[in-house]
């Protein structure tokens, strides 16, 4: 026993906590069910070293009128079109903890009856999993209050958590009738990507990067999100959110968050949230006079956008943090769509060298060095220093230096397996607080 949960903390955790004894997926026969939440859960009964811990039954809930078998092909379906192996041991035993309630989450009797599935599995410790619309995630919360299961559950709220300031207090009201701060894990599946937890690593961990990680020798941050495609087939749930809503608000936040924040004093959830907080609240809201919103040329032709959207498909913002660290240093977040290229990054440039004087040589300075941080396959670090170009005088030439995490590192956890992962085991580190969300909120609801 002991063993084993060193087994499952090893990877998700490092502290005891109960493991989740049933996962319910409200929201199961979706396309975020299908793309993402079941090929991670696969994965996860996959991955031997926590296999006998997260071993439980799987109930999807959802309005689709399936029984257990509608339900076991959904998941096969979805695992194949992943590229999984469904002719071995662990579809094998998959599948046989997946079951189905269908029903309305506005219905009573879809609550009775998971209350009486859950007693059957004698579960104590469930983990429900809301990947439903988020006009329903009160309705499901109050009616798992209403049945006696909030008590000592655990609840996946999927983004996004509110559309602005307003909206999201009130739902966290409304969490918080019925569940204790503890027991919400909100979702934003940045917080999964591993090399976006390595910029606390990257920072914390090499003695060369912290001590002129601040204004004295940085110059500017960049933080972008662009992508070479349109909204695609998203049309109609795009033009009610827009660029900013979509992952400036939650992603770009996050990775502004772990580049800013101070040390803290362990890694422990609430040290982690503390700071990060604490940095959010030194940034300015946003000024829309250093916020430009644009819309792509043929945005208004896609199906399911409204003929005269003022929906952004571009957003850039420039953002400032007033603290010793990083006063005077503008940070550039900026996310769009059908741009020139795909990639997701964050380039911190350092302050200009003096011009090399060398020898009267009268040489201009050198370009600035750079981090850039690649938060998208192939995902890494590169480093942009100055060296000597060959031959005569002292001219610098940018040189990089480039690590791929993946050839240097190995295999990363897909986000959802990390972070159901950790829900099942009750590790909150890689999920938002509270009142970090909240503050995020603050930052951009002048726009
Ligand atoms: P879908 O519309 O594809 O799925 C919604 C799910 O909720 C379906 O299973 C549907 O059941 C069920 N449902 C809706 N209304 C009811 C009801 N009254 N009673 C019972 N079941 C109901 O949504 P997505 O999967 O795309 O999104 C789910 C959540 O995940 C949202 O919060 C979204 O913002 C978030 N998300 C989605 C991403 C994506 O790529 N799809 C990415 C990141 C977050 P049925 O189909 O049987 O009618």
Redesign the pocket.
């Known amino acids: 026993m002991i063993e084993a949960e060193t087994e499952v903390e090893r990877v998700t955790t490092n502290s005891r906590r109960k493991v989740c004894d049933a996962l319910v997926l409200?929201?199961?026969?979706?396309?975020?069910?299908?793309?993402?939440v079941l090929p991670s859960l696969f994965n996860l009964l996959f991955n031997l070293a926590v296999r006998h811990k997260l071993d439980v039954p799987i109930v999807?809930?959802?309005?689709?009128d399936?029984d257990d078998e509608g339900m076991r092909k959904y998941t096969e379906a979805s695992l194949v079109a992943h590229g999984k192996n469904v002719k071995g041991k662990t579809w094998e035993k998959m599948r046989e903890q997946i079951h189905f309630i269908?029903?309305?989450?506005?219905?009573d009797e879809?609550f009775s009856t998971l209350a009486d599935r859950l007693r059957e599995a004698r579960s104590e410790f469930p983990l429900f999993y809301?990947?439903?619309?988020?006009s329903?995630?009160g309705?499901v919360v109050d009616q798992l209050s209403r049945h006696g299961l909030t008590g000592s559950c655990r609840v996946v709220v999927?983004?996004?958590f509110g559309r602005d300031l307003e909206s999201a207090v009130e739902l966290n009201d409304t969490l918080h009738r019925s569940l204790e701060e503890r027991q919400i894990y909100r979702?934003d599946?940045f917080l999964g990507k591993e090399p976006v937890q390595n910029l606390l690593v990257f920072r914390l961990a090499n003695s060369m990067v912290e001590p002129i990680w601040n204004n004295k020798y940085i110059d500017n941050v960049q933080i972008t999100m662009y992508e070479d495609f349109g909204v695609q087939d998203?049309g109609a749930?795009y033009d009610g959110v827009g660029a900013m809503r979509d992952v400036v608000q939650n992603h770009l936040m996050q990775i502004f968050g772990l580049l800013t924040m101070e040390p803290p004093a362990e890694l422990s959830t609430d040290a982690i949230h503390d700071e990060q907080v604490k940095v959010f609240r030194a940034t300015r809201p946003m000024d829309a006079a250093e916020v430009v919103r644009g819309q792509y040329r043929t945005y208004r032709d896609t199906e399911g956008v409204q003929p005269h959207s003022q929906t952004e498909t571009y957003f850039a913002a420039t953002m400032w943090v007033d603290s010793w660290r990083w006063a005077g240093v503008p940070f550039h977040l900026r996310a769009g769509k059908e741009l020139a290229f795909t990639a997701t990054e964050a380039v911190v440039t350092f302050r200009n060298p003096p011009r090399l004087n060398i020898a009267g040589s009268g040489l201009s300075a050198p370009p600035p060095n750079r981090v850039r941080f690649r938060f998208t396959e192939p995902d890494g670090v590169t480093i942009e220093m100055q060296a000597k170009e060959p031959g005569a005088g002292y001219a610098s030439s940018t040189i990089m230096l480039n690590a791929d995490f993946a050839e240097s590192l190995g295999h990363e956890h897909e986000p959802y397996e990390l972070l159901i992962g950790a829900a099942m085991v009750g590790d909150k580190s890689l999920f938002g607080r509270a009142d970090s969300v909240l503050r995020t909120w603050e930052i951009v609801d002048p726009i």
Request: glycine letters at 10%.
């Open positions: 409200f929201g199961a026969s979706g396309d975020l069910a299908k793309k993402l999807g809930v959802a309005l689709s399936w269908p029903g309305n989450y506005s219905d879809t809301l990947a439903i619309p988020p329903f995630f309705t999927e983004k996004p979702m599946h998203r749930f």
